[in-house]
Each structure stands twice: as C-alpha cells, then as structure tokens.
C-alpha cells in the first residue's frame, strides 16, 4: 500500500522534517526548497499535507510563509508546538578541542552563543541547520563542525560531540499542518483553535469596533497580525487567531461584529488546540 505524504520545507534532517516524523510517522515526509513549493506540492495533489513552521518563542513569526496564507486554498487542520534542541555534530572521530568553526543557520547560532563562547569555536552561518549538516559531512573538514537537530547526524552520518547545546531551555517552535480539505470538528471534540484573516472597512476606529465583539463575548485572541496589501501604507489585512469553534455561540457573535465592519473575512482552519499551549510562552510578533 502506497504511504501518504507530507510536505515540509528544508532539508531531511532539519526541525521541520522532525516534526512531521511526529506527527505522521505513517507519512512519507518529502522535503521542498521553498514554502511556495510545500503548498504548490499540496495544491497539486503531489502531497496530502504540509507541515508549516509559524512561529518561534525566541526568534518570532516565520515571515516568509505568512504572505502567502491568503492565496492558498490550503486549510490549517492541526498544530504541533515542538522543543526546538541543538546538538554539535561533527565528522566521526572528531573531538570537540579540535573543533574550530561550527556553521549552522544565523538563528541556531545565536542560541547557542554561550556554548560556542566557552569552548572558543567560531560561528560561521549557513543557509539553515541540516544543510550545514551535509555540508560539513560532504567537506570533510576534520576541524569544522554543525549546530543541527540530533537527525540531521543520523542523516549525514555524522557523530555528535555535544548535546542540548541551546542557551534556553524554553525554545518552542509551532507548526501548523496544511490540506485541501478542512477539517470536520465541532464544539464537542474538545478545544479548538480558529484562524482567520479580515480587512476592516476604510472609517474611524474600524479596527477597536471590529475587535470589540472579542472582548464583549469572552473570546481569547491569542494571535493578531497586520499586512499591508496592494503596495499600500494605509490598506491593511489581518491574520488572527483565537480560541474556541465557529460554531459556538460566542464565537458566532464575535465573528458577526468583525463581519461588519469587515469588508473581507476568510475562515483558514479550525483544529483541535494543541495540549502544551498551557505551558507554552507565546512569541513577540
């Protein structure tokens, strides 16, 4: 029987083909160069699901996949929130006092700052964590090595030196899952996130009316987001997010109050609220 497959974007070995291998272990995950290419691979019917990175607590938003959530026919059916670990690999034999640079994508090296600090080794930035892991596998440098998730080593065959070499321990990334159909849930599968993009109408204090049926109802938004559209500084769209399902009535009259003074709402998913959102610090964005 031919296995599904999930698309992600990056090389094997890197944070986002971990979590589709948590997710959907029954999947056959394939890696795309860009995020244009997960979705176009979902669209196309190449690929049943895509596995998208949102957000980081340290780093923020993932910027890059954001604009291109209001013209996908994609629906968000799933989150996963992921603790994002570094180890340092090197070629098999290495030791770490050999080690003189270790590369690794600009993120992953601020993280682990304090570690590279102690044992003197230079940072050297690469496009991202796995490809540095290749990279160094593929050199055979004996005196270089790569920040990378421990199975980007078993992908490369590399050794790891260190590891859990990140400076926070609370270093969380979110992932939203992706497919053409959305998802068929209601009030009574438990909790719920939904997400949703809305251009408010071009008057006065649009943005505070259109908000205020959230707070008069009870509704928590977790996520609020402003895009300029259309080359223009005073056309904006947003992204939000909020707890709860379309279906319940506050959520219903919340939505109401944002379609009026809304000259745009698109519904992008409702699915099941991740379990470790609780203990989770949410990202400055």
């Known amino acids: ?47 049943k699901l895509a596995m998208i990175p949102v957000e980081n607590t340290i780093a923020g938003r993932v910027g890059d996949i954001h604009h291109l959530l209001p013209a996908t026919s994609l629906h968000m059916i799933g989150e996963h929130l992921m603790r994002i670990k570094f180890q340092l ?13 270790a590369y690794s994508h600009v993120m992953a090296l601020g993280q682990c700052r304090n570690f590279l600090r102690k044992h003197g080794i230079q940072a050297r930035t690469a496009a991202d964590t796995a490809g540095a892991a290749r990279q160094v596998a593929e050199k055979g440098d004996p005196k270089a090595a790569a920040i990378a998730p421990a199975l980007a080593a078993q992908e490369y065959g590399l050794e790891i030196l260190a590891w859990d070499i990140e400076d ?12 053409p159909e ?23 204090s649009s943005l505070y009316k259109a908000l205020g049926g959230f707070a008069t109802n009870g509704v928590n938004m977790t996520k609020l987001e402003s895009y300029q559209i259309e080359g223009s500084f005073s056309a ?27 000259n745009s709402l698109k519904i992008l998913g409702v699915y099941p609220r991740h379990p470790a959102r609780e203990g989770i610090q949410a990202p400055h964005s």
């Open 1 to 47: 029987m031919t296995r599904g497959k999930i698309a992600y974007q990056g090389e094997r070995g890197s944070n986002s083909h971990i979590a589709c291998l948590d997710v959907y272990p029954e999947y056959e995950a394939v890696a795309c160069r860009t995020f244009e290419d997960v979705i176009a691979m979902v669209e196309g019917g190449e690929a």
């Open 89 to 101: 690999m090197a070629l098999k034999g290495s030791k770490i006092e050999e080690i003189e640079r």
């Open 168 to 179: 926070a321990t609370h270093n969380t990334t979110r992932f939203v899952v992706m497919a």
């Open 182 to 204: 959305p998802l068929d849930i209601g009030p009574e599968d438990g909790p719920s996130m939904t997400a949703f993009l809305f251009q408010v109408r071009n008057i006065p």
């Open 236 to 262: 904006s769209q947003f992204y939000a997010e909020i707890e709860g399902h379309p279906d319940e009535r506050s959520v219903q009259l919340a939505l109401e109050e944002l379609g009026f003074f809304s």
